[in-house]
């Protein structure tokens, strides 16, 4: 019997408001258990260090010349991390740590994924068994770092009998997707998809005092503009790294909605966002045009209703959009879950990503492992 691990797995994604936290029980291969879920919002002073450095590096020399800053908001997302174990470890025992980190720039194409969380200053604050830096040894494997919850993905999947062929779609800040093919080891492909909230939430920030569309409310005031949607979709085809398997933030902006009202900017960039989904979900989905084929949402998009209900309108009949929580998964917490899995899959050295999933030369052990002391 394979040992089992109790792991939490710390979260912030592209939204970049806070930390999701989970803490698992699994032996890293076929089996896990739920044993907490909860959010952290992060201050407003880290937030909004995020979304503006985020906005600044839109290079590598942009990367090298905010070092200093980086390294002072690094400091302050490690600090935030540690409080959070602090508090959680006096709830629920665990043994390890999974630190993904705040991603701060990414770009397939100079092999970059810099996630922000200084994984020792955690280790030697928390005494706990720390995995972070999840990335890198898959760049250096061919890689492009993303996107690594397919491989929980294909087990959530498994465990709760969602029939397959099937796939599990988070819409974060970016959007991918997961094609569970089969329930055979690693019989999987994933790849982002295009923008999920991230195009949405900047428009929000920057015209109002909102963090985000909350359930779509603002969009479904607005009317969108065709004139401007129809632009925005011919620049997006035009995109140079558009058969990237990873995506940033910084590959899509919201300067082509400029002069539109706050409401009638949300209604265009969420159908704008909304075609780019289902367009791409069409395409990966392809080969299954005579079948028809469930595609669970997951992330904090799929609370947005005006949304969801585009893409559903956009997709062919044979693709039927589900939330993840309708079958046994509490939807906000996928990928916290997911990088506590991942941790202890580095611990009992199993790979994390593979060729179908990130572009790797070969199946990729994942994450640098330090133990407390």
Not at 58 to 81: A, M, P
Not at 135 to 153: C, V, W
Not at 154 to 166: A, G, Q, T, Y
Request: positive net charge.
């Amino acid at each position: 019997m394979n040992k089992i691990y109790t792991a939490i797995g710390l979260m912030s994604g592209t939204s970049g408001d806070g930390v999701d936290v989970s803490i698992i029980s699994s032996d890293g291969k076929s089996s896990y258990k739920v044993l907490l879920n909860e959010y952290f919002a992060y201050s407003t002073e880290i937030y909004e260090s995020i979304h503006r450095l985020r906005e600044e590096i839109q290079n590598l020399n942009n990367l090298k010349n905010k070092n200093d800053e980086l390294k002072s908001l690094e400091r302050k997302i490690t600090l935030f991390h540690a409080k959070i174990i602090s508090d959680i470890s006096k709830k629920v025992k665990f043994e390890l740590v999974g630190f993904h980190g705040q991603t701060i720039y990414h770009n397939p194409n100079e092999k970059i994924s810099k996630q922000l969380g200084d994984g020792s200053l955690l280790a030697q604050l928390t005494k706990k068994n720390i995995v972070y830096n999840f990335r890198q040894s898959d760049i250096k494997n061919g890689g492009e770092g993303a996107p690594l919850t397919p491989i929980f993905h294909h087990l959530i999947s498994k465990k709760n009998k969602i029939e397959v062929p099937s796939c599990i779609l988070n819409i974060g800040g970016i959007s991918n997707v997961t094609l569970i093919l089969n329930y055979s080891e690693n019989n999987f492909i994933s790849r982002d998809i295009g923008p999920g909230n991230c195009l949405i939430d900047s428009w929000v920030r920057k015209n109002s005092n909102h963090k985000y569309d909350k359930n779509g409310d603002l969009a479904s005031r607005g009317k969108f503009n065709d004139i401007i949607l129809e632009q925005a979709e011919e620049l997006y085809s035009n995109r140079a790294n558009k058969k990237n398997l990873s995506l940033d933030v910084n590959d899509f902006d919201v300067s082509f909605a400029r002069g539109l009202s706050l409401e009638d900017g949300s209604a265009t960039l969420t159908l704008f966002t909304a075609k780019i989904i289902g367009s791409s979900l069409i395409s990966f989905l392809s080969k299954f045009h005579n079948k028809k084929i469930k595609v669970l949402l997951s992330g904090g998009g799929r609370n947005n209703q005006i949304l969801v209900n585009q893409i559903k309108q956009i997709v062919s009949s044979n693709i039927i959009i589900d939330l993840i929580d309708n079958h046994g998964v509490e939807g906000d917490y996928v990928e916290s879950q997911a990088f506590a899995y991942l941790a202890i899959r580095r611990v009992i050295n199993e790979p994390i990503s593979f060729p179908s999933t990130t572009g790797c030369s070969s199946p990729t052990i994942g994450g640098e492992y330090l133990e407390a002391k």
